[in-house]
Structures are given as C-alpha cells and as structure tokens.
C-alpha cells in the first residue's frame, strides 16, 4: 500500500490552515504564549481526523501501510510503546488459553513479566545460551523451545525478545514452526528491530511470530513512544480482540502529534524504499571497520546478530565517560564490562566517522590491553506461586538482608538495569546462587516500582 505523501500530516496541515477556533481539547488551545511550535498540531479526535481506538479512515491508512511495508495481515498503532502492545499481546494470548502456562524467556522486558502478572498465568522458564566470553544473554534456541513443548501440553504461549538490548538474534522463523506444530502462540518482543524485513537483511534477519512487536522509535525516525504489533496471518488471536485489548491499554488521547511522527516515518519507508537504508548501512559497514582492531575494547561481532548496534566490549563505563567528557557524544549505555552505541536511520557515515574517530582517540590515550569478561548465568529459578499470588502480598512484605533470606519467596521485582531484566521476580524461590548475582559490583539493581536496590531482599510473609 502506498502512503508516500504523508496523509495524516498533510490532512494536518491543511486543516491548521484554515485558521480554525479549537473549542475542544487540548488546553493550550494553540496559544503561542502556551505552546511551543513543535505542539501546534496537537488536536483531538476532531471529525476528519479518524479514531485510534476504531480506526476507519487515515489512521486505517496508516495501519494498512505499517502492514504492507512488514508484510503482516494486521498492524496496530500504539503511542503507548510497545509497553501497551505486549500488555495487549500477553493478556488475548491468555484470554484465548485460560490458566495455560506461558514459556518465557529469562532476558525478556519488564513490560512482559507485568503482563503476566496481571494475567496470573504460571510461567515455565526458559533460559537464553550464553557464552562465558560474553557478559550478557544469548540467543534462544529452537531445540529447548521445541523440548519444553513436547514436554508439557499446558504451555499454550511463548515469549521471547529478538532482537536482544545487545542485537542478539534468535532463530525466530524455526521457533515459529515449532510453535505452530503445537499449536501454542507466539510473541515475539522486536522493540529493537523496527527495520528489521524492510532492508533486504542487511542488519539481520526479521522476527516471525503470530504478534511480533516493534517500536518505532528505537532505530527509525518516529518519534519515541511509538510502535506498531503485527499479526501473521496464520495467528489464532481474532482482531476484535486485540482491539479490546488496545482500548485497555492504549490511551483513550491518542496523542496526534505523535500519530502524525509515525505517519511521516512511514510516508519516507514508502517513498523511497529500501534504498533509504543506503547511507546508514554504508556508514554502519565503514564503522565496523574502522571498529576492529582496538588494543583495550573490542567489537563484538558474530555470525548471527542485529548490525545496528555497536557493543564495545571492554571498560564500557570507563569509556561511557571520556566519549561524553571529551568528546560531548552520548551513548545508550554502559557496563563495567561493555558499552552499547546504538546507531540509526538517521547516521550517516559523517557521524559515525566522528564516532568512530573518537573511540579510537580513546582507545589509543587508555594505557592497557582488552581483557575478557565473563557471563554469570542467572539461576534457573523456581517458583512457589505466581506473579499474580505474590503482588497480592508485595505491601506487606519483610525486608530482610540476603543472607538471611535463602529459602524464603520473592516478594518484588529485583531488575538488572538497564535494560529491566529481571535477576529476581516474585513468587520465585530465594537461593544461594541468586545471592552471587546480587552482590555483583557490576550490575546495576532496582527494586519493581523504580526504587534503587538498598542491599535487602523483600520476602512474602
């Protein structure tokens, strides 16, 4: 479908034009003295301009665009994130399999575990790969996705992420297969692989799925806050009630001036198709480059993986901070361990030289050579009740030092952070092998509801 001349914003446009006496919301009522120029398309559902939550006119559009370009039967726009989107995806995954069991994989987002809690479906664990020359998860693999299937019937759901915070790809296209052989749905968390299906696999391969979830915002240039879930044709879960479940979880003020981001987003992929990936794949390739060859830090690179991101593996906070010191360029984030840059739709190779240029600066005034860090596994863990059962006691719960908590339940979430993997979940089985990971100097910890992790564990009474 085409939409290359950005119809919501054109609409947009025209309609501000004629200069029309807003007596409806929002406040500002297009005020300078209120509202900045960036706010002045900032409507309401005004007649012409469509529903987000019954889409029939120019957000359809939009929406049939967003599933052409991606090649899926359905397409739902969401300025609540992807957040919204996998709230939609778990809660129709489990109203269509009451009380089935959800194969989740370990690495997966915060939004998802929250998801299930709200639910209250029990979850099967499912652990990522790792290697131990790596400090962070690995990829998913088909064969224990197939062997936790075969072995329990009552797992109806799978939930994984891929790409990963760190361009991890799993080989979703055989878990897909594997999934449909017994007949449970899959999810499948891309928030990071937005470009992902529209460049001919230069960064990787898509994700496949029956939902697979987007966020615009992460490498393309809508505006944050933005995504889009798409549904394979083969998906059991009826549009009618993934409606419902965005009028739950989608804001009941679609905001426009986000809605009119995604459209000029899309409006450009459509216009000039793959070839608008050109620069940022050239720069991306000459990056990588001039990448290799560092004496302190170390590109990671594997055979399989989302090229878009930069992990430089070595002092990551160390070199966090003398790139944004020295050289006023800020990076997505840093470990003691490894530092990831994200790149995007927007770089070209004169911003990645200047990246690259300082990066090599760095490593040159670092005195030192690489050293490897080392992946500890998160525990297999076990849980005495569900998400659910333990929120019911999260208010009440008893503080106490680690030490002293072997044996005892869970009662909060304890998140490795960024990106909010959670190292410890309620409901989950406190051990001796989670402590190690606790007490960890290079992990960062945050308790659930975004409170910094004080040392003690809050275990249910």
Known sequence: MKYDNDRLGAALKIYLGTDPLPMHMPGGKRNPEFVSQAFMRDISEIGGFDNLHSPSGLLKDLEDCAASLWKANNAYISVNGSTALILTAV??????????????AMNCHSAVWNAIELTGNAIVPLMPAFDTGLPFAGH????????????????????LSSPTYEGVLSDTEEIYRITRKYDAILITDC????????????????????LVIKSLHKTLSSPTQTAVMLRNADCPIEDSLIRRGMDIFETSSPSYILLGGVSKCLANL????PEIFKPWEDAVSYAEENLRGLRNFKLWEAPVRERSKFVLMGAGDKLFEYLRGTFNIECEVSFPSHLIAMTGIGDTEESLKRFCDAVITTDNAIDGEY??????????????????????YRFVCEELKPENAVGRISGEFIYGFPPGIPILLPGEV????????LSRSDVSLMLGGGNTYQGTIPVLP
Not at 140 to 159: G, H, M
Not at 270 to 273: L, S
Not at 430 to 437: A, K, N, S
């Open 91 to 104: 809660r129709c995954a489990s109203l269509l399999n009451p009380n089935a069991k959800i194969l989740t």
């Open 191 to 210: 928030a990071h692989g937005p470009h992902l299906g529209l460049d001919d696999h230069f960064f990787g391969p898509d994700a496949k799925g029956d």
């Open 371 to 392: 050293s490897e860090s080392r992946f500890v596994s998160r525990p297999y863990p076990r849980f005495a009740v569900t998400l659910r059962e333990a929120s019911k």
């Open 140 to 159: 998913i693999s088909p064969s224990d996705v197939e062997r936790q299937l075969a072995r329990d019937p009552s797992i109806k759901t799978v939930i």
């Open 270 to 273: 459509t216009a000039k198709g």
């Open 430 to 437: 406190i051990t001796e092998d989670t402590l190690r990971i």
